[in-house]
């Protein structure tokens, strides 16, 4: 933390006032140190005397924390007060206790000294988040440019400190804010809610595991409360508060803090610090009339400001005459555009900033207009020529300079919406306007391109930053993509959301997909059965089997017409319908599938290449789900040989492989060739994983079930216990994973008789599974089956039948009568009954 910011927090823990906190700040920053309390007194614009009056109100305050300072006289308590906060800044010993870490997303504000004419206000936002859980800031008349996402950021870095459990950032106009809240919990908690939750359960686990103290959730630019922040809400709990800006008039049940523009004394302070006193002080009546064509309202005032600190000898008067002929250009401009009507005179202060830039700086801004309401990740080191890369770098300079950009963090920038409107107009009178979006875009799906189907965390959290941008140009800019593009960006963005659960968020962007490629391309396009199959994915993940069935079989025929049977993109079709056939025990039509899929790759890979090993792997695995065993074990062994010629021996692929085939081998009692592999497949996952891998848990448990299967039970209870443990470090207490470890050391202590360590275990697992995956779920039926046949075995009859029928009505429903484990559980529950009955 800096010393400005601690400095800050401190005022804010010792409960000083806004005037108290301007003086304390001032008085302790370093580069003051020197300087007399007159010359200080002059920078804040407060006489000499006020200023010791408020320095005195801060000592008292602080004397609470350190009674020293009660018997010192002014300068001693200056100095002891800066040796109790020295200390403290350092974490000594002696210091008094603090946060040990502050949890925070904030985004960069002025310094509190400069932030001038709302002290009044932020005394009353204070005041009201004391006594209510929610507060908003509101633009009177839907006005932009009065200060709200300004005010709600001083206010949040002054009183973080009385915010233990952090202050949360959330943008509106942003990423989905779920997505925001999941990151942040991620970023500055550590914990993560699995991606295979639901999306409900995955935001409780995020208010559960919140750091403890008081939070503070801030939604900023809300346009729709009710779906912008309502559902994000955490349930009735006094410790977290939540402040939102808008322009919207809400509910008036939610306690509201209306933010107009400034007093004409107000204004008049901010300008002053802005713009050089003795040059306020030559012209004052002019600098008046300025405040008061501005409207008093505080961007257009920060913009005329940094106009004149560009241009230190142009005359006050002299501005005010630009100012009243920008507002005939802007009036004529506005006739023609309603929608560029601005008030105010914020409009004339962007026009004349923008007289200012150079070409360069001007079709930056048009650029970074295109972008979505955001925080823009932009960074010119990719531009190899150091000349033109210094006179990019010399545009962002200029437009931060001119406050028509503002720095958020490195590489990361934001545009206020009444500027980035005045860009966008300015780009739309270019007559190469259109070749300007058709560049911006092409770099926009560049990026889409990089999400994989599978992101894992790195990709995430990288790729976060650039989403709410492909949407922007999904939703607003997508006639500028190319045919050959147009299908990446809705790929991506669903992509981006289906590989972290969040199913919701990825359906609209993937039925989008299938809905532009066919309005543009035609019902006959490769990309338009790709996006069959994408959306089909998405449907198989969630469980709706029949309608990914239908898009699996749109998607194949299709290809097949465009392309041929003999295309790579139909063997891939062939897969994902075979595999969705396997899943749902259909295995006779998913065999004649894998079958033409595997010889289709042949035909057009060749019999060298990972496709091909994919093929016979899932050829495999059907093999051993139908009980061909020898047919299983000779394409897993293909398989693993193909994998290690093209791979080596040192890739997933073959741990992967190496543990089917002691699974295969476990499961036909081949245990003593199964330990082996499974030690090797052991071995080389932690090699290339490290010990902390949800890979590792995995082979844990394949080993631990050999071992139990071969009767070696204490050493199964060791591997199954390291597993379960291993689990929840990496995945947290509740996962489906979590459930499987439960179950299987349940499975382990009731097969030992030891029924009375089994059963809560049983329960535990039960309870989970129903949390998580619902009441209706194979997993349910399994974990019930195993709770029924403890109860049989320890003679709880009456208890073992419901729990029987329950398992039985499930797998029927979701499986099908012919599956394996719907079969299973009608033999076990037909062996119940023969033993129940008299």
Not at 325 to 337: G, P, S, T, Y
Request: charged share 25%.
């Amino acid at each position: 933390m800096q010393w400005a910011d601690f400095l800050a927090n401190e005022a804010a823990t010792n409960s000083l006032s806004p005037e108290q906190t301007a003086a304390f700040v001032e008085r302790l920053k370093t580069e003051n140190s020197g300087k007399s309390e007159a010359k200080l007194a002059s920078e804040l614009n407060i006489g000499a005397a006020a200023f010791k009056k408020r320095m005195a109100e801060v000592y008292d305050k602080f004397a609470k924390s350190y009674p020293e300072l009660a018997t010192s006289n002014s300068r001693g308590k200056l100095e002891k007060l800066r040796a109790c906060l020295t200390r403290k800044y350092n974490g000594g010993q002696d210091a008094h206790p603090t946060i040990k870490e502050n949890y925070e997303n904030i985004p960069p504000a002025v310094p509190f000294e400069k932030f001038v004419g709302r002290e009044a206000e932020l005394e009353k936002l204070h005041q009201q988040l004391e006594t209510s859980r929610q507060v908003a800031i509101v633009a009177v008349a839907g006005m932009g440019g009065v200060g709200k996402t300004e005010l709600a950021t001083q206010y949040a870095k002054q009183h973080l400190q009385n915010y233990q459990g952090g202050v949360c950032w959330l943008s509106a106009q942003g990423i989905d804010v779920i997505i925001q809240i999941f990151r942040f919990v991620e970023l500055k908690f550590n914990k993560i809610a699995p991606d295979d939750w639901e999306l409900a359960d995955r935001l409780k686990y995020c208010w559960e595991n919140w750091q403890k103290g008081e939070v503070l959730l801030v939604f900023d630019d809300v346009t729709d409360y009710k779906k912008q922040v309502q559902p994000y809400l955490p349930s009735e709990s006094p410790r977290f508060k939540v402040l939102l800006t808008t322009r919207q008039q809400f509910d008036r049940t939610l306690p509201q803090l209306p933010l107009g523009v400034l007093k004409p004394l107000a204004a008049m302070k901010l300008l002053k610090s802005l713009v050089d006193r003795e040059r306020l002080k030559s012209e004052p009546w002019v600098a008046r009339k300025i405040c008061k064509f501005l409207g008093y309202l505080p961007l257009a005032l920060e913009l005329v400001g940094r106009y004149l600190d560009t241009m230190p000898d142009l005359s006050l008067e002299k501005l005010l005459k630009r100012l009243e002929k920008k507002r005939l250009e802007h009036e004529a401009v506005a006739k023609a555009n309603q929608l560029m009507w601005y008030k105010y005179g914020v409009g004339e202060a962007i026009a004349l900033s923008w007289e200012q830039l150079d070409e360069k700086a001007q079709g930056l801004g048009c650029c970074l207009s295109l972008y979505a309401l955001a925080d823009i990740p932009f960074s010119v080191e990719w531009i190899r020529d150091d000349d033109e890369q210094e006179l990019w770098e010399k545009a962002i300079a200029d437009l931060r300079k001119l406050h028509l950009i503002q720095w958020q963090d490195k590489g990361i920038y934001r545009l206020h919406p009444l500027i980035r409107q005045f860009f966008q107009m300015k780009l739309d009178e270019l007559s190469k306007a259109d070749e300007v979006k058709t560049a911006f875009v092409a770099q926009i799906v560049e990026v889409a391109k990089q999400i994989p189907e599978q992101p894992n965390r790195e990709d995430i959290f990288n790729l976060t930053p650039h989403i709410p941008h492909l949407a922007e140009v999904a939703t607003h800019l997508s006639q500028y993509l190319s045919d050959e593009d147009l299908i990446w960006l809705f790929t991506g963005l669903g992509w981006f959301y289906q590989g972290q659960g969040l199913y919701q968020q990825a359906e609209p962007w993937l039925q989008q997909c299938e809905k532009v490629t066919k309005n543009r391309l035609g019902l006959e396009h490769p990309h338009v059965a790709a996006s069959l199959n994408n959306l089909a994915g998405l449907y198989e993940s969630t469980g709706r089997y029949s309608e990914a069935e239908l898009l699996y079989q749109q998607a194949l025929e299709l290809a097949k017409r465009l392309l041929g049977d003999n295309h790579p993109h139909v063997a891939t079709s062939l897969n994902n319908l075979a595999a969705l056939y396997s899943s749902t025990g259909r295995y006779s039509e998913a065999e004649p599938l894998y079958q033409q899929a595997l010889e289709l790759a042949k035909r057009l890979l060749g019999d060298n290449h990972p496709h091909v090993a994919t093929s016979l792997n899932n050829l495999a695995l059907l093999y051993k789900f139908t009980g061909r065993y020898s047919e299983a074990e000779a394409l897993y062994l293909q398989a693993l040989e193909l994998r290690k010629r093209l791979l080596g021996d040192n890739h997933p692929s073959i741990a992967a492989s190496v543990n089917n085939l002691a699974e295969l081998y476990r499961s036909t009692g081949r245990y003593s060739e199964a330990e082996p592999l499974y030690q090797q497949a052991l071995e080389l996952s932690k090699h290339l994983l490290g010990d902390n891998h949800p890979s590792i848990a995995t082979s844990l448990n394949n080993l631990a079930l050999l071992y139990e299967s071969t009767g070696r039970y204490s050493e199964a209870e060791l591997l199954y216990q390291q597993a379960l443990t291993l689990k929840k470090r990496l995945l947290g207490d509740n996962h489906p994973s979590i459930a499987t470890s439960l179950n299987n050391l349940a499975l382990l202590y009731s097969s030992t008789g030891r029924y009375s360590e089994a059963e809560p275990l049983y329960q535990q697992a039960l309870e989970l599974s129903k949390h998580l995956l619902g009441d209706n779920h194979p997993h349910v039926a399994n974990n019930l089956n195993n709770l029924a046949l403890l109860y049989k075995f320890t003679g709880r009859y009456s208890e073992a039948e419901p729990m029987y029928q329950q398992a039985l009505a499930i797998c029927e429903h979701t499986l099908g009568v012919g599956h394996p484990d719907t079969m299973r559980v009608r033999e076990n529950y037909a062996i119940f009954l023969r033993k129940a009955s008299p």
